[in-house]
């Protein structure tokens, strides 16, 4: 199962970014600590191949419902993860999968950032006015 290329993307630029992707699962409760304990070998790989931020989220609504985000800078790199894909990687993200508990497919979305909202600089996401803060001291 590895993810498929995303859809619509044809008119983004590849340097544009930064890039969240975030997946939404819904889980069994009661599976709650085995299911993070298998998202830490997607933290892994997603970092390995490239994000500088990633987190596991629960929703205080709805205790099945599981989102992952990660980011990277552009969306030329979020296409190269699509790419990096090992034997071990894809065992991982089955893992993941297997505690998704409903018909529907985990929910993947991807947020470009608007040119005015952030830049990053060293590894950090800023707001554009605090960049220009720094630069001015």
């Known amino acids: 199962m590895h993810w498929p290329m995303p859809h619509g993307s044809d008119d983004v630029e590849d340097d544009t970014g930064p890039v969240v992707v975030s997946l939404e699962y819904r889980i069994d409760p009661s599976k709650a600590n085995a299911f993070q304990h298998a998202m830490n070998d997607l933290h892994r790989i997603r970092k ?21 985000y990660f980011m990277v800078e552009s969306w030329v790199e979020h296409l190269r993860q699509h790419e990096r894909v090992t034997v071990a990687d894809r065992a991982a993200e089955a893992r993941a999968k297997a505690f998704h508990i409903v018909a529907e497919p985990i929910v993947v ?28 001291q």
């Open 48 to 68: 390995r191949d490239g994000a500088f931020f990633w987190g596991l989220f629960r929703d205080t609504a709805d205790a099945r419902r599981y989102v992952e």
């Open 109 to 136: 979305t991807h947020w470009i950032a608007t040119a005015s909202a952030f830049a990053v600089t060293d590894g950090f996401i800023a707001h554009p006015e605090d960049a220009r803060s720094q630069d001015m």
